[in-house]
């Protein structure tokens, strides 16, 4: 302790502590079991549970499932089948990192790749023209959440709701609830199906759409984790009161949070088009729950604030090895679902435990 | 010649609907002091702290710094003012590390390309930075900078809110009730580092209802009473008893401690 | 201050447009409801226009319903009620969970209404007082009959690929599956269930929901089973869509044989594109305009409509489609088919 100036007046009952234990405060060492070691291993480094889960689960269907689930083109064939989903919950994860949620990243996506498929095909734009409008619809999308719950001040949960269904009804009035079809986009716009379009190394066959979604991860990871944007989203699902008082903006990111979703579900939908092959607005109807699945499987909290962007790849990932293992072991589609049921909330209660950590 | 305050509040009036906050409150800070402001709840010392901190605009009135006249519309104007404030809440953000928290909207950046085009935040440097703060103010206890602050104790987290203010801080520090949720120990602890940021030069606005404290570290003691100033005492020359009485209107003050 | 008065404004025009969509009809007039499973699906786009335009033509009033999604039971119990309260005459129903309607459905004949079930038959097929529908059997017979002919005597070798819609397994799903696997020669076990046959040609089932999306999905995961796949039957035309996509990735566009059941237009456009190789063609125009008429004629005179001879229900005509006829199994080309279609 350093010593002011002219001596402290110090009050008689603290020359007490004169003599008393000069540690704030001591804890007696208990023996670390293993799984306190694990316990704290994985506090210290939680995005390792989905991890350790994903790998344990590919081991495992490879030993029940055998050579069809183990394959390079298998497994390859899961990053795509799971590359929508995916990318939409690199959007939906912007969103619950602020203590918030998105309801509505689904409906968004299909509005945009049905606004893009008429543009591009129906009307004849030319694909880059219509692709960026696109963008720039579910980036407006976004943004209409992110107003109505900064300024009008709605919870995020009913915000979405409600512009799940607007979106949902844009989309069939735009569409008429007709598809466009894959011949009619190779003629007219084939740009649009481009993340489709797929390469192969030594059996895996690689689409543009997975590398996509690793890319949207990777950029996103970056700028949560090493730009001060990144920071103010965290501190502003952390404690949003903290974060104004200290000096940033919350209104402002909150926006910018929900726009930067937005986006992302555009870019989602040009993928998705070049992913189901045809411009259909009939698809990715449980895409905004399955989104959420991912996220909290990838170890994000619901209340905001903690957990890695990674995770909710990772998330993804393991939804997707589940499916295809159980269905590759001859499991009725019933159960697969029973399963992903009952992943999601072991993965909500692992996070609990791990939480709690004498450090 | 006499010392100019280096913040001066004069007829700060503040208004909601029928209830008056404010009633022509005036206010003084010398450099390099401690002024303590003390008053009962409903006193009016909140809001007096909030005006000059920039948290709310008086209806009428005017604030100096340094002479000037100023006129907050946020708390971030005042803190670019060089007035910064350890709020009560402390205003931390639990899962972010100390680091991030001292740098919290002000974040440093990389310099040249990564720092402009790709914004990169330079975590070294304000780790740096961070870790020399908390040892210059003698907070060696905290072992890993890149820690949560949820994992501090209270006394720590206390001691990184009021190094943040003391590190960006160039004009004023205003502490609101920094020993309120403290045990004795730690209370020490932060009327230390009080004395280590007043022996720096930065002159503190202490509010606080501990007179024990008050009397220990204060220079001036500014009794707030009825929406305004209503006298400042030298703690060497009265009691802590005088001090109360005054505060909630038992006594007068004598005329010399009167408003001046 | 402003946010509350914000708020309180939405409410209020919520609340009033909620008032004047529920605004009962005019009790003069014979008004009649369509509830069908979602608006999504064009098969139900297209059923609603027949609707409205055979009621403008004959002066009836119609109300129109539809579930969110296909599975959405919830909305079409209350769109029957609603229709009870604002007086209908009659209902045309497209249910989505065909089981679980009925108890609605046996409220709105209680009141006096003609219930009339279009394309998907309930559960027992008499709760409705009629059923104007696809024979959806014949139709999945049809195009099975079709693809074992087309493949001769490598019938007895094939490897298949069953698309279905949803693990809830609707009527139409079971008609179509069963009819196909009728159709091609296959031991049915119970024909009231998906999935329970042991014929070592069928490769497997997996579900669509009905969408391009879906039958992808479905269509890589059965590859995966077994990359021989020849023979892939589909639910509907987008799933056979979605399945044609699959079968591109992985090289396999020709050699396999796609069916469907629909006819919708672009589906019948796909048949001529070789995608889908033959196609049931149904009629929900003339479906919901038949329905229209029949509650008319009830509302006049109180007939009650007839099923089809030998049949439990109003045929409304299914019609198979495709550029390669083959003997014994009736057909029209596409450019026919796309005279007809719909959507």
Redesign the interface.
Known sequence: MSDAGAAPHKQDFEEVLDRSDKSVAAFEGHEKNLMDRLQHFLHGNPTMVPVIVLAISIIAFGFIAGDRFFSAFNLSLIMQQVSIIGILAAAQSLVILTAGIDLSVGANMVLASVIMGNLGVQLGLPAPVAIGIGFICGALAGALNGFLVTKVRLPPFIVTLGTWNIFFALNLWLSGAQSIRSQDIDAQAPLLKFFGESINIGGAQFTFGSMLMVLIFAVLWYVLNRTAWGRHVYAVGDDKDAAELAGIRTSRTLVQVYALAGLVCGIAAWAAIGRVGSVSPQSFQEANLQSITAVVIGGISLFGGRGSIIGPLVGALIVGVFNSGLRLAGVDVLWQVFAIGWLTIIAVAMDQWIRKVSA | MTVQPILTARGLVKRYGRVVALNHADFDLYPGEVLAVIGDNGAGKTTLIKAISGAIRPDEGEIRLDRQKVDFRS??EA?DAGIE?V?Q????????SIA??MF????L?KPGFRGRW????D?DKMEEVARQKLNEL?LL?IQNIR?AVE?L?G?QRQGVAVVRAATFGSKVIIMDEPTAALG???S??V??LI??V??RGLPIVLISHNM?HV???ADRIHVHRLGRRLCVIDPKKHTMSDAVAYMTGAMEPPVEAAVA | MKKTVLKAGALAFAGATMLALSAPASAQEVSACLITKTDINPFFVKMKEGASAKAEELGVELSTYAGKIDGDHETQVQAIESCIASGAKGILLTASDTKAIVPAVKKARDAGILVIALDTPLEPIDSADATFATDNFKAGELIGQWAAKTLGDEAANAKIALLDLAPSQPSVDVLRNQGFLQGFGIDLKDEKMIGDEDDPRIVGNDVTSGNEEGGRKAMENLLQKDPDINVVYTINEPAAAGAYEALKSFGKEEGVLVVSVDGGCPGVQNVKEGIIGATSQQYPLLMASMGIEAIKKYADSGELPEPSPGLDFFNTGVTLVTDQPVEGVESIDSEEGLERCWG
Do not use: W
């Open positions: 708390p971030l803190r404030t709020h809440t402390l205003a931390l953000s639990p899962a972010l991030d928290n919290l909207g002000r974040e950046r790709l914004r990169a935040l975590r003698g206890t820690q994992t104790s006394g004795v120990k730690e020490r602890k009327l230390d004395q280590d007043k022996s024990p009397f220990e570290v």
